[in-house]
């Protein structure tokens, strides 16, 4: 093969291997080192074909990280369907295990707030900043309140400046 090989790439080019496909739909492939026309020696490197190539609609999570430690070279065999359905099922276990935690710990915290143990977190809603004379002090409106049924088309007036 090696002689077939070097054929097809000083005829063709690069000759990359493909090593597999991720539920995305991403496609890995594998270049094996390889020797130029000149002679030049060219690297193994491992590669991904995107199944949405636009770089601006990269998501973390777009790549497994099962099939991202072979593209690092953080391991040398590809990951075998069976790894990749056993690290999904232990994923999806992990999340439905941190869902009953914190289920638990509300339900805990709930409790703790209405047997008074634990005091409520404080409601104050701060309005202006806080250097400024009018903070903390109860505003009044001058806006006009009215409801639908008592309206009066130019019944209200703006009020003078100060």
């Known amino acids: 093969m090696s002689r ?15 090593v597999g496909t991720d539920h995305l739909g991403n496609k ?3 270049q ?8 030049r020696i060219v ?9 949405n190539p ?4 990269y998501l973390e999570g777009s790549i497994p990280s099962e099939w991202d430690a072979w593209i690092r070279g953080r391991r040398k065999q590809p990951p075998s369907i069976e790894e990749l359905v056993k690290n999904q099922n232990y994923r999806e276990h992990i999340k439905i295990k941190a869902r009953e935690v914190e289920e638990k710990e509300q ?5 703790e707030y209405e047997e008074g ?34 309206f009066q088309p130019g019944s209200w007036s703006p009020t003078a400046k100060k």
């Open 43 to 51: 690297r193994a490197k491992r590669m991904v074909v995107a199944a």
């Open 117 to 150: 143990l634990v005091a409520g977190p404080a409601q104050t809603i701060a309005k202006g900043h806080a250097a400024a004379t009018s903070f903390g002090q109860p505003v009044t409106s001058e806006e006009p309140v009215s409801t639908a049924n008592t």
């Open 4 to 18: 077939i090989g070097g054929l097809l790439r000083r005829t063709f080019g690069v000759l990359k291997e493909h």
């Open 54 to 57: 636009t770089e601006f609609e």
């Open 32 to 39: 094996p080192e390889q020797k130029t026309f000149t002679g």
């Open 107 to 111: 339900a805990l915290q709930a409790k």
């Open 28 to 30: 890995y492939y594998w």
